[in-house]
C-alpha cells in the first residue's frame, strides 16, 4: 500500500518561513512526480510546487520568488520551504504523487497525503 507522509505544517508568523515534508511509502516502482497543493474552503486545491526525480520543478505565481521544492529520490522524499509567510499562504497543504507501482505497468496513479494544516498570523 503506498501512502504519503507529510510532516512540517503549524502556526507561523507572518513574515517567517516553514519547510513541509513528504514521504512516499510502500512498495513501488518509481514516481512521475512529487509536489504540494493548497486549499483552503470553498476553493479548489491549487498547485503549490511539483518537482520530478530529475529535478524539474515549477510553481505557482504566488510563491515562486519565495519558495523552494527539492527531492531526495533515494528517501522517496521531496521538501518544501516557503520563506516570507503571509497571511494568504494559510490553507491545508496536501501531498500529491504520480506513482507507477509496477515496472510491468505504463499508469502513473495520483496520491494524496492526508494534508497538514499551515496557519501565517498576521
Known amino acids: 500500500q503506498v501512502q504519503l507522509v507529510e510532516s512540517g505544517g503549524g502556526l507561523v508568523q507572518a513574515g517567517g518561513s516553514l519547510r513541509l515534508s513528504c514521504t512516499a511509502s510502500g512498495t513501488f516502482f518509481d514516481f512521475d512526480n512529487m509536489g504540494w497543493y493548497r486549499q483552503t474552503p470553498g476553493t479548489q486545491r491549487g498547485l503549490v510546487a511539483r518537482?520530478?526525480?530529475?529535478?524539474?520543478?515549477d510553481y505557482a505565481d504566488s510563491v515562486k520568488d519565495r519558495s523552494t521544492i527539492s527531492i531526495d529520490n533515494a528517501k522517496n522524499t521531496v521538501y518544501l520551504q516557503i520563506n516570507t509567510l503571509k497571511p494568504e499562504d494559510s490553507a491545508v497543504y496536501y501531498c500529491?504523487?504520480?506513482?507507477?507501482?509496477?515496472?510491468?505497468?505504463?499508469?502513473?496513479?495520483?496520491?494524496w497525503g492526508q494534508g497538514t494544516q499551515v496557519t501565517v498570523s498576521s
Open positions: 518537482i520530478t526525480p530529475t529535478g524539474i520543478s
Open positions: 500529491y504523487s504520480a506513482i507507477r507501482k509496477s515496472v510491468l505497468s505504463a499508469r502513473y496513479d495520483s496520491y
